[in-house]
């Protein structure tokens, strides 16, 4: 028999019942002795090996059933979850997830699962509680010396070595009569810190803080300097006997971070003593809980290409085109019965465009469904206690916004519980409950989309924020003072700006946040961030429902015609020329009890045969942009109309003030303005 | 071994021009160009291609010679070159021949007013005439393009 025919439905499924294990194992350590979680669980492993076995995956369903095994005995009471056992469950659902992406990538999905299966068998014969120390570490022993890194460092590190950084990975040792070790590692941290940023230590920072560490660890580094003269730098430190820097390139980072989910575990798993913390427990929020008992309701759908959508979307644009043409045509011909028909088919066709834009929508809850275990992980390894609540995880975004959405929020998830949270005794010393919350929420308002990180944590301090930006000289002094709290804070978003003190290998310390918002911009989104000292901060991400069809006016400026989006134009309106104030030269205008900046759009894309102040009134569109307003001054309105986003070829790549072109119903392109530019 | 190209014969002025056939997309008339705002001069703008938003640059701008009126005989020549595709207002666009790749000498530094770096080299056809064969991927250079720009800022 063929069997690659079924690989593509295999991996489909496959990958649909690990995560449906992840969420319900997540569940499950949520409240430990609810056996109908456990039968669920316990099916959805049992298919999997079955479809794996019958694809001949012999690891994947030995693995499988081996959990299987584990599961069964819980399911029949014989056997009472801990944290331990947990804990080697999720390391086997990672290698089963790494081994079914080798299988998507063209593998044969084998892997080396002794040491879980190990585990696995030591639990259910009993002795896992007598040797708990060595099976853990067997468990924990993957990860090995190599300087493994996880999915989001190797972006960062990308990113750097994009923008030309050297990533370094250097190994230091120190002398054998060295007694303060953890001295020496502050030392060289601290030397690090002033030539570049340090990605990844090995171990942990909070590890070398007390001294967990032999006589030697690990940094993956950026920096611009060689590595010949850091490994100088490094070795003049007194008590360090050795240090070797060895420059890595896309290829090796590539490595590392493959073996990871089998290999990651280290900081979690080594502790098995650590009274049973329970993280994430899986939204207390109500809404999270699907029907737990039964089977999961089956809904009628089938599988699509994506790539059969896009081609329905693209053939449908040449359709809005022809139809706007028609439009025009029918209107200037004047015939009674072919202006009906084209009313009828513009109606119909306005009804197929709904249903072409909902196809293509999908709801968050694929990019969010991981983030429970990855907060889960995460709190484990920083030792925080966290509650992840996501609401909204219904709300629907276009295809082309979610797959780009995932990073952005793992990293300032990432940042959240890293920075934003405090320790255990921190919070318990600020008053607060010890568990810390972080709230995921999505929900639709208008034409946008909005998706928010909140956390309960110490909030941003905007005077060292203010202090950072007048000292990275992103600001001057002057400038700073002028600046309202929010304003200092979103400054935080700012190139290569960060104010954590210490080291973490869990978030980029600084290297990421105008990343996060470049990106959200790339969507046509905007990102900002409201906080209060000591209560928290929200970061709030705004998105556009739709990247390929939008509602637009259509302005003139003398013979030329532009696209503006109607998502951004908050009202439009006429002024006599004397009504234009000038106030220190710049020109304004009175609006609704405020007084605006007026942009000139003509001045700003240099139009050959239009200039405003020919004339004795102006139409202009009032435009806003977070608590920032303008009157944008054009020759005249053309109307509403549904444009098709077309990018403007590679060749040009970006422009100023031009987001992108359109084709209009006579054929003519015509450009759509980027109304946040318009605002200096 | 030599092996024939065919070539697209177009003109700027007096000088005869090719380009080889599989980058040339298609040779169009002049049509309505949108002008795109903040780039060179020789940008003249973007049009729409059966349904594709091409950027169309002047090659007579593009090489820093003196732009001419549009006439009759304009044309643009629509090339792709990996991602890019981008249309060349060419004064008028001849035919198709075959060249040897053996009949084709390195450039002297400057003809007809344009930089070595551009050109790919001279070419003899078998009826005497001398074509000038077009180095794209330097014509297509963006790296160019943002100098350009910076210097205009």
Redesign the interface.
């Known amino acids: 028999m063929d069997m690659n025919a079924y690989l593509s439905m295999f991996i489909d499924e496959s990958q649909d019942h690990l995560q449906a294990l992840n969420e319900n194992l997540l569940k499950l350590e949520g409240d430990p002795n609810d056996l109908s979680i456990v039968q669920v669980i316990f099916r959805s492993a049992h298919t999997l090996k079955g479809m794996s076995a019958t694809m001949g995956f012999e690891d994947l369903a030995s693995l499988t059933h081996e959990m299987e095994n584990v599961l069964d005995l819980v399911r029949n009471g014989k056997l009472a979850m801990d944290a331990f056992i947990f804990d080697v469950l999720f390391k086997g659902l990672d290698a089963l997830e790494s081994m079914v992406a080798d299988i998507t990538a063209g593998g044969q999905g084998k892997a080396d699962v002794g040491s879980i299966v190990g585990a696995l068998k030591s639990i259910v014969d009993g002795s896992y509680l007598t040797r708990t120390e060595t099976a853990a570490a067997a468990v924990a022993a993957p990860a090995g010396p190599s300087a493994a890194i996880d999915e989001f460092q190797l972006s960062v590190l990308k990113q750097s070595m994009d923008s030309g950084l050297k990533a370094l990975r250097i190994d230091v040792s120190l002398e054998e009569s060295c007694v303060l070790k953890a001295a020496r590692a502050y030392m060289v941290f601290n030397l690090l810190e002033e030539k570049g940023e340090v990605v990844k230590s090995i171990p942990s920072v909070t590890e070398l803080e007390q001294e967990q560490f032999d006589r030697s660890f690990t940094v993956i580094f950026v920096t611009e300097h060689d590595a010949k003269g850091l490994e100088e730098a490094v070795g003049g430190i007194s008590e360090v006997a050795a240090a070797r820097a060895e420059e890595l390139d896309a290829g090796t980072l590539e490595r590392l971070a493959r073996p990871e989910p089998a290999a990651k575990p280290a900081a979690g798993a080594a502790a098995p003593s650590a009274p049973a913390a329970k993280p994430a427990e899986p939204s207390a929020a109500g809404e999270a809980r699907k029907p737990a008992g039964g089977a999961p309701a089956a809904s009628r759908t089938i599988r699509v290409d994506i790539e059969r959508l896009d081609a329905l979307m693209n053939l449908f ?2 359709l809005l ?1 022809d139809r706007s043409r028609l439009e025009q045509l029918s209107s200037e011909i004047g015939r009674g019965e072919l202006t009906e028909t084209v009313e009828h088919l513009s109606r119909i066709s306005g009804d197929l465009q709904n249903i072409v834009l909902k196809l293509r929508m999908v709801p968050v809850d694929t990019v969010f469904n991981r983030f429970p275990r990855m907060i889960r992980d995460l709190a484990r390894s920083l030792d925080k206690k966290v509650e992840l609540i996501v609401t909204g995880a219904d709300t629907e975004l276009d295809r082309t916004v979610i797959d780009e959405i995932g990073d952005p929020l793992v990293h300032l998830l990432r940042n959240s519980l890293d920075h934003g949270l405090e320790t255990t005794e921190g919070r318990l010393q600020a008053g607060k409950p010890e568990t810390g919350t972080i709230w995921l929420r999505a929900y639709h308002s208008g034409n946008h989309v909005f998706i928010e990180v909140e956390e309960d944590g110490r909030g941003i301090n905007s005077d060292k924020v203010k202090a950072k930006a007048v000292e990275n000289g992103v600001l001057s002094p002057e400038e700073a003072a002028r600046l309202t709290v929010d304003e200092m804070n979103n400054l935080i978003f700012a190139p290569g700006f960060s104010t954590a003190d210490q080291i973490s290998d869990i978030s980029g310390r600084g290297v990421g946040l105008d990343v996060v918002r470049s990106k959200i911009l790339s969507l046509g989104g905007n990102v900002s961030v409201e906080s209060k000292a000591g209560v928290g901060s929200k970061f709030s991400i705004q998105l556009p429902l739709t990247l390929s069809i939008i509602t637009a006016m259509l302005v003139k400026l003398g013979s ?1 015609k532009y696209a503006v989006p109607l998502t951004s134009i908050v009202e439009t309106g006429i002024v006599k020329r004397e009504a234009i104030l000038t106030v220190h030269g710049n020109r304004m205008l009175s609006y609704r009890n405020a007084v605006i900046p007026v942009v000139s759009l003509s001045r ?3 139009a ?1 045969d239009y200039r405003e102040d020919d004339e004795e009134e102006s139409e202009y569109i009032v435009i806003r942009k977070g608590d920032k307003w303008a009157a944008v001054i054009v020759d005249d309105f053309i109307g509403q109309s549904d444009i098709v986003l ?8 970006q ?4 987001s992108g ?1 359109t ?1 209009l119903g006579d ?5 759509i303005i980027d109304p946040n530019a318009l605002f200096k | 071994m030599a092996e024939d190209i065919k070539v697209i014969v177009f003109s700027l002025g007096e000088e005869e021009y090719g380009i080889e056939v599989d980058k040339v997309k298609t040779v169009e008339r002049l049509m ?1 160009i ?6 060179p001069a020789f ?1 003249k ?4 291609l059966r ?5 169309v640059i002047d090659l007579r701008g593009r090489f820093g010679l003196a732009e001419t009126e549009q006439t009759e005989a304009t044309r643009i020549i629509v090339v792709s070159s ?5 249309g060349f207002i060419v004064d008028r666009a001849n035919d198709v021949t075959d060249i040897s790749s053996d009949q084709i000498e390195l450039p002297p530094e400057v003809v007809g007013g344009i930089q070595a770096k551009y050109l790919r080299g001279v070419a003899k056809t078998d009826g005497g005439r001398l074509l000038v064969m077009l180095n794209l991927s330097e014509v ?1 250079n ?1 790296s160019e ?1 943002v100098q350009l720009e910076q210097m205009e800022a």
């Open positions: 644009s040449e085109i030329e700003v894309l240099g050959p077309k990018s403007m070829g590679a060749y040009l790549g422009t100023p003030a031009v072109a084709i054929g003519q392109v015509a450009l | 309505p949108t002008r795109v705002p903040k780039t940008v703008g973007v049009v729409n349904g594709v938003v091409v950027p990996g991602e890019m595709e981008v297509l963006k393009l």
